[in-house]
């Protein structure tokens, strides 16, 4: 069974930094990509990062170019989102997801083509 479990979240000044985590667990292939999605109240969930784990291939939105990178350890099963110059509308519940595909579903904003989901992480930025 395939978990992911998300940590990092938590209360920033506008201008700082978090770093997110997705601990994964139970793949059977080496072929899948995790991004990361994110929810503010009222609004639609939306893709703002994946990474590719054939061969480590990025994706970003344009929201957040420059100030969030992406980055896994494998030995760790993990991959990070840090965010810096965080700012208040970037204040949302984060969820980790996993795709058996690539990361153009993230891209589309295509949550239904997800395989997996986290429970998600409350991220909040103050001004």
């Known amino acids: 069974e395939v978990q992911l479990v998300e940590s990092g979240g938590g209360l920033v000044q506008a201008g700082g930094s978090l770093r997110l985590s997705c601990a994964a667990s139970g793949f059977i292939s080496d072929d899948y990509a995790i991004g990361w999605f994110r929810q503010a109240p009222g609004k639609e969930r939306k893709g703002v990062s994946c990474?590719?784990?054939?061969?480590?291939?990025?994706y970003y939105a344009d929201s957040v170019k420059g100030r969030f990178t992406i980055s896994s350890d494998n030995d760790k099963n993990t991959v990070y989102l840090q965010m810096n110059s965080l700012k208040p509308e970037d204040t949302a519940v984060y969820y980790c997801a996993a795709t058996l595909t690539d990361c153009t579903v993230v891209a589309d904003n295509n949550r239904y083509g997800m395989d997996y989901w986290g429970k998600g992480t409350l991220v909040t930025v103050s001004s």
């Open positions: 990474i590719s784990s054939s061969d480590g291939s990025t």
